[in-house]
C-alpha cells in the first residue's frame, strides 16, 4: 500500500476484554513503533521493532501489553484485560531505517475506548 | 518526565498573520528535531525538521528557529493560512540511540480565522 495501515480505525472493548490492534508498515520499512496518543496529548513510545527483532519495549505501561512482528512486516498490539485507562488513540509508524534523518511515517491510528 | 516541553497550548491567528510555537528541551543528546502537523482523525505527518548543526531552516511558508545553548527551538508559519488549522507537535530524537524512537511535545491547536 502506499502509506501506513491500522485496523480497526476503531474498536470499542468492554473492560476485561482483551484486543489486538494491527498494523501494516510501508513495505520495505525495517522499523516499526507503536505509539499511544491520549486525548489532546501528544503521542507517547511504547515499543520499537527492527525488522522481527522488537528491540526497546521501555514504553509498554504494564504487563498486559505485547507486541509482535514474527515476519518483520506486520505487527500486532495486544492489550489483555482492557482497563478504561487504555483508551487512547494507538498510532504505528514506520521508517526505511533508524538513523537520524530518517523520516518516519504514521498511520491513521486505531482509536481505543474502553467501556 | 517531561523531556519536550511545547507552549502555547493552543493558538488562534488571523488569515495572514504569524503563528508561532515554542519548543525546550532538556536531554543535550537529543540531535534530530522534527516538526509534525496532525488533523482530525489522522496521523502525524512530518512537516519540517533540524539539525542542531543549524541555526535556521526554511521550507516554504515553515521556519524552524534553533537555539542550541537555550536548549529551545520554534515553528514559525508565515502567511498563516484557515488550511493550517491543525494540531502541532514538536520532537526530539537521539539519533545515537538504537530504536530512533521520538519524543514528542504536548501539541499546540492552532486556529486561524479567515
Known amino acids: 500500500g502506499a502509506g501506513v495501515s491500522q485496523s480497526p480505525r476503531y474498536k470499542v472493548a468492554k473492560r476485561g476484554q482483551d484486543v489486538a490492534l494491527r498494523c501494516d508498515p510501508i513495505s520495505g520499512h525495517v522499523s516499526l513503533f507503536w505509539y499511544q496518543q491520549a486525548l489532546g496529548q501528544g503521542p507517547e513510545f511504547l515499543t520499537y521493532f527492527q525488522n522481527e527483532a522488537q528491540l526497546d519495549k521501555s514504553g509498554l505501561p504494564s504487563d498486559r501489553f505485547f507486541a509482535e512482528r514474527p515476519e518483520g512486516s506486520v505487527s500486532t498490539l495486544k492489550i489483555q484485560r482492557t482497563q478504561q485507562e487504555d483508551s487512547a488513540v494507538y498510532l504505528c509508524a514506520s521508517s526505511l531505517s533508524v538513523s537520524r534523518d530518517t523520516e518516519a511515517f504514521f498511520g491513521q491510528g486505531t482509536r481505543l475506548t474502553v467501556v | 518526565q517531561q523531556q519536550v516541553k511545547q507552549s502555547p497550548q493552543s493558538l488562534i491567528v488571523q488569515k495572514g498573520g504569524i503563528s508561532i510555537i515554542n519548543c525546550a528541551y532538556e536531554?543535550?543528546?537529543?540531535?534530530?528535531f522534527p516538526w509534525y502537523q496532525q488533523f482530525p482523525g489522522k496521523g502525524p505527518a512530518l512537516l519540517i525538521a533540524i539539525r542542531p548543526d543549524v541555526s535556521e531552516k526554511k521550507e516554504g511558508r515553515f521556519t524552524i528557529s534553533f537555539n542550541k545553548s537555550a536548549k529551545q527551538f520554534s515553528l514559525h508559519i508565515m502567511d498563516s493560512q484557515p488550511g493550517d488549522s491543525a494540531t502541532y507537535f514538536c520532537?526530539?530524537?537521539?539519533?545515537?540511540?538504537?530504536?530512533?524512537?521520538?519524543?514528542f511535545g504536548q501539541g499546540t491547536t492552532l486556529q486561524v480565522k479567515p
Open positions: 520532537a526530539a530524537k537521539q539519533g545515537s540511540s538504537n530504536t530512533g524512537k521520538l519524543i
Open positions: 536531554n543535550t543528546a537529543f540531535d534530530y
